[in-house]
């Protein structure tokens, strides 16, 4: 569990402090009042962040920031001098933060800056910059805000590395560099990514107004001119890679099932299209099933809607772990799914489709110590037909559906 220290000695502010971490972030917060008792603390426990007082009484000139910062654990500074160049100096070290402790808004912009920071760390950030100490510069501040950071010299590298490891978030590029400069990777990155899949940031010292408006026009998040303080760019940096999240959870919760996080109706025939469009000129097969969970009504009238949602839910866990990542998974509505699968002949479909029915089968959802829950399902299935709609193809597998209901439902009926 990640764990966060607080040295400060100030013993009613560092408790406060404390108890608004712990109970807004979940996490295990230690304090220790002196530049000792940390020592103590940081000998046996890893931290993921800690909070630094300048002053304490063992340590009155920021010992504990340099101790803190060498054994390489991030730091954000608190303190309650406002002097703007002591400020500034302090920032000159290895820290991600200076915040004044003046109120409960401070508190509460360090609880937000953790946060943040937390989920820093599941985006990939490439900088491409010609200058190797810029390049590592800006390394070691990005990786001091947890992202994970890839750096390459020119454009033509980064392009290649985009294509490597295509879940970066963030571009970090210079303007002007070799064998392609900065303007002309934001025009070809924006030819195959959106804004909504990929944030770019221009980093330059050229004082011509014209190249910021190119740069934004062809398609760059934001332009950071050179120089350029820590804390702007820290600021820039993850309020892009916010806005990054704000549209992709925006994104999600258009296509997705809110209960069940699979596909949406509307999205499930979004997919479905493409993917016949791009194998149009393949002979290449695919099997759509309608699936349905029987007696669902007795489930919700039994136990509750709450449960019958959990139900749901367990089966749509089946049906991601039964499949392939490139299948097509979604819930239609109320207990009703349905599953594409891809490039496959009737057997091997046929096949997936008994194993999906035997797997729920086989599974009981614990409700209470002595009390589980089973249910089964029906599954109606085709091999899709080219020479009909996707609309009638999924009308012939509710009919097989319909069919396995009659027939006494917990089975499959699959026309190939």
Request: glycine share 4%; aromatic share 8%.
């Amino acid at each position: 569990m990640s764990k966060i220290l607080i040295v400060e000695d100030n013993k009613t502010l560092a408790k406060l402090i404390a108890k608004k971490l712990e109970s807004s972030l979940g996490l295990s917060v230690d304090v220790a009042y002196t530049m000792a008792e940390a020592k103590l603390f940081i000998a046996r426990y890893s931290y993921f962040i800690t909070l630094l007082d300048i002053n304490l009484p063992d340590a009155p000139n920021g010992e504990i920031i340099d101790y803190v910062t060498q054994k390489k654990i991030h730091a954000i500074v608190l303190s309650g001098n406002i002097d703007k160049s002591f400020r500034k100096q302090i920032l000159k070290k290895n820290v991600i933060d200076y915040v004044n402790k003046s109120g409960v808004d401070d508190i509460n912009y360090i609880i937000h800056t953790i946060q943040r920071l937390q989920r820093n760390r599941n985006h990939k950030v490439l900088v491409v910059d010609d200058a190797r100490v810029f390049r590592h510069t800006m390394q070691v501040m990005l990786e001091n805000l947890f992202f994970k950071v890839i750096t390459v010299a020119h454009g033509e590298e980064a392009i290649g590395m985009l294509k490597a490891q295509p879940d970066i978030s963030l571009v970090l590029t210079d303007y002007n560099m070799p064998v392609m400069d900065g303007l002309e990777l934001t025009r070809e990155i924006r030819k195959t990514y959106s804004k909504s899949e990929l944030c770019i940031v221009a980093l330059s010292g050229n004082e011509d107004e014209e190249i910021t408006a190119l740069f934004l026009k062809h398609g760059a998040n934001d332009y950071v001119k050179k120089p350029f303080s820590k804390e702007e760019f820290s600021c820039r940096i993850n309020n892009s890679i916010e806005a990054l999240e704000n549209i992709q959870m925006i994104t999600n919760y258009a296509n997705r099932d809110f209960l069940t996080g699979l596909l949406n109706r509307r999205h499930f025939f979004t997919e479905l299209h493409e993917y016949i469009d791009n194998i149009s000129e393949s002979a290449e097969q695919f099997a759509i099933g309608m699936i349905d969970i029987d007696h669902f009504k007795k489930v919700n009238d039994t136990y509750g809607h709450d449960v019958g949602d959990k139900i749901i839910v367990s089966l749509a866990n089946i049906l991601k772990s039964s499949t392939s990542p490139y299948d097509i998974v979604a819930r239609f509505g109320g207990e009703e799914f349905c599953v594409v699968l891809k490039n496959i002949n009737s057997y091997s479909a046929q096949e997936i489709f008994d194993r999906i029915k035997d797997d729920v089968e086989k599974f009981s959802y614990q409700l209470k110590e002595n009390i589980s829950i089973k249910f089964t399902i029906s599954i109606g299935a085709v091999l899709f037909n080219e020479e009909e709609s996707v609309e009638e193809n999924i009308n012939e597998a509710d009919m097989m559906l319909y069919k396995a209901k009659n027939n006494g439902r917990n089975q499959v009926v699959f026309e190939a």
